[in-house]
């Protein structure tokens, strides 16, 4: 599998608006957002802080607050907003022909980051 | 001995000279008011606020019941004088009480003026005067049908906006070519119209109400060209008119209204007259300061200080419809000797329009933007010479001479004798000296000693900026937060708009009160999507992306990302087996840490989200149902044994529990709810630390409530105390209704308590029959579509599946490489 490959880990009409689902990987869950506007984002499912899932949260903007303590991660960026400092990683995705498609990378062991 | 002091009327005016007189000559007087209205003093420019759903009768009482007890003042309500026997000295109610008087106030106020069209007395035609006319247009607007308003003036504009806000489709029909001509230049007119209009209310200027329709009611209004307009409510609100009818008779001088000198006298000495009813150097007045003006002089002549005397001033217009600001004062008719300042911004819709006389203002028409209206009447008042800004006066206060945009610079730079208060006649000086020497440090009490921003409201922005800048930050924390970064609104204001705004979606709210984010935040939706679900029983659909993932998935999350599962048991009473089939459903799920909770609970903790529905499933066909333990929400009623098996045990306690979990359980709240009845006040259920909690005794069930055991640890208040189960479980049921409806989003009971007061909550829970029966019925009614089992739902009936599964599983795949 090389690194410009994509995968296809479902429908796009799956994933609700406002809300995210879960594809499960080797090196942990990866949580596919959409926001209000339709876009789609990817992220590992763990929060800077504590790990949270933070495809549990609340999805507003293109943000979303992890369940546990309430850190806003952006969905872009990974980035803790506000005064917290931290970041997940972020994990490439695009939707073609209603499909949702995965970095390939992303789904083999090792491809997390800090 | 006292004088015997008999008031007729018991309107605004009347109320604020005795607050007065008790002020300056407390004892002097033994006072009698006779009211044709059943009920005490209250303000009556809050009327449309009332009607539009922005507040409540009793937010608009000035003088309570139990001030007239205290101040000793004898109140006949419901009762209208019939008669004045000047010789004899004494009055004459209708139900035939009389009374002696060595002074006597005559404050009978106004009567609205009625069209004498064909159909002007058939029932639907109301007029806009007092809270009856509110009561029956409640009542009509009810039907959701049509209301032609007769009158584009300020009270037919504050009546149609009020209809229209409680689901009405209203016309507004006014005889004028613009609306509220006499208190507005057409071209503020003309934006007023259009502003109207953009509310969804039809005008209809220039015309002529021919005749109203109907047989036994009214059916609709006819106009002079002929149109007829369909409606099931007329409102007149073509003006009012002073009545003097009982001081006609009694022989005293009438002209428009009752003829008194600049000391309030009527051409009687003994006969004091004030308010809407009185004529005073050939005018009649409807607003509220000059009545205020007369309260103060009536009361400084009953007082023996002869030296206090009324003068005319002119008074500012504004409108109290809420997202429709304007401000009119003074002069703005065209003149050869009158010049003109204008400003407009047809995009903002801002029009702005300042008359001049010899360089000094004599009028003052905005809209749109009034936050300079302070400024500008200053400066007509002082007759300030403006030559020197004349380039910038239009643009407002901030930006004379350089000062910075603070907000509060505007009010900073006012001089200390400049009016704030516009209602109550109070000035910078006056408000800022009583913050500083009586140590004032909230809004309420502001208003309480200085009555600033304590009648129409309306500065009670500037009054705010005013503390802010006698305080300094610490105010600022004190004044009402904003729910959350997305809005300037706080808790409050929210609830009520929503209820005025009948808006019933989380988008409706974010759009119509302005949200700065496009859908919100993790504070607010949750809060939006818990004060849709109470104020919209069975019409709001729950929106499950705004709830908090608990709640959502109807399980509590876990550091670790997995859940924990509580099912209910009713009053903490559980069998063999219900036993058998939680340890089962352990055991089967390979659930880690069984464990009993402090509301009598079993916990099942370290459940994977995938199985969730599964571990439902199988506690649902042994007869269980959610818990709730992670909803904002009833979730346990804790009990002790009771007489059945306690020695001590007076009551059924634990039975008793149970009727009250059986009746709550799906109850969403502002924050969580638990419950605890003890059977004796050995208080074995620790019911005196819960959120509600019921004491039984021998002769009875003692109902507590406001008690915390967590961040905050706070003994429960007695609410009151009843008979029976029945009883308890009512009053229980409606003091949780009462919360619903009041709470600010995760608000516990106590803190609700703090804030709205414990008394104002037995009033409406305890004290008033009604009121609880009215909240009662509110809770089951809302209880119809709430007890509904979440876990079923999803254990057997698939809802909300894509919760509980991943989109795809490539682990396995991926790892076997």
Known sequence: MSEDTWIDVGAEADVPPLGSRVVRAPAGDIAVFKAADGTLFALFDRCPHKGGPLSQGIVHGHAVTCPLHNWVIGLADGAAQGADHGCTATVAVKVEAGRVLLAGAALRTGARAA | MPERLVIVGNGMAPGRMLEHLLDKAPGRYDVTIFNAEPRVNYDRIMLSPVLSGEKDYEQIVIHGDGWYIKHGITLYKGHKIVAVDRAA???????????????????????????????????????????????????????????????????????????????????????????????????????????????????????????????????????????????????????????????????????????????????????????????????????????????????????????????????????????????????????????????????????????????????????????????????????????????????????????PLDPTAAVAALADDAEICGCNGVCKGTITKAIADKGLTSLADVRAHTKASASCGTCTGLVEQLMTLTLGESFKAAAAPSLCGCTELGHADVRKLIRAHRLKSVPAVMQELGWTTPNGCAKCRPALNYYLICDWPGEYRDDSRSRYINERVHANIQKDGTYSVVPRMWGGVTTPDELRAIADVADKFKIPTVKVTGGQRIDLLGVRKEDLPAVWADLGRAGMISGAAYAKGLRTVKTCVGKDWCRFGTQDSTGLGIKLEKRMWGSWTPAKVKLGVSGCPRNCAEATCKDIGVICVDSGYEIHFAGAAGLDIRGTQVLCKAASEDETIQIIAALTQLYREQGHYLERIYKWADRVGVESIRAAVVDDPDKRQALYDRFMESQKTAQVDPWAERAFQGVDAHEFAPLADFSFKEAAE
């Not at chain 2, 584009?152 to 009405?168: F, K, N």
């Open chain 2, 89 to 403: 000295k004494t009055v004459t109610s209708e139900p035939g009480e009389t009374v002696d008087y060595d002074k006597l106030v005559i404050a009978t106020g106004s009567v609205p003026f009625i069209i004498p069209v064909p159909g002007h007395d058939l029932p639907g035609v109301l007029s806009y005067r007092d809270l009856d006319d509110v009561n029956a247009m409640l009542l009509a607007a009810q039907s959701r049908q049509k209301a032609v308003v007769i009158g584009g003036g300020l009270l037919g504009l504050e009546a149609a906006a009020g209809l229209q806000a409680r689901g009405m489709e209203v016309t507004v029909i006014h005889l004028m070519p613009t609306l509220m001509e006499r208190q507005l230049d057409p071209a503020a007119g003309y934006l007023l119209q259009k502003a109207v209009e953009e509310r969804g209310i039809r005008v209809i200027t220039g015309a002529n109400t021919k005749a109203i329709l109907g047989d036994r009611r009214v059916e609709g209004v006819e106009l002079a060209d002929g149109t007829i307009l369909p409606a099931t409510l007329v409102v007149m609100a073509v003006g009012i008119r002073p009545n003097a009818g009982i001081a006609k008779e009694a022989g005293l001088a009438v002209k428009r209204g009752i003829l008194v000198d600049d000391g309030m006298r009527t051409s009687d000495e003994d006969i004091l007259a004030l308010g809407e009813c009185a004529e005073v150097g050939g005018h009649v007045y409807g607003l509220v300061a000059p009545l205020y003006e007369m309260a103060r002089v009536a009361a400084a002549r009953l007082a023996g200080d002869d030296s206090a005397g009324f003068v005319h001033s002119d008074t500012p217009t504004k409108l109290k419809v809420t997202g429709i600001d304007l401000f009119s004062l003074g002069d703005f008719a065209d003149g050869d000797d009158r010049e003109d300042i204008v400003l407009r911004d047809a995009r903002a819709g801002v029009y702005k329009r300042v008359i001049l006389q010899d360089n000094r203002i004599i009028g003052t028409v905005l809209f749109g933007e009034t936050a300079d209206a302070t400024w500008f009447s200053d400066l007509k008042k002082k007759a300030v010479d403006i030559s020197e800004m004349r380039d910038t006066l239009i643009f407002g206060q901030a930006y004379q001479g350089g000062s």
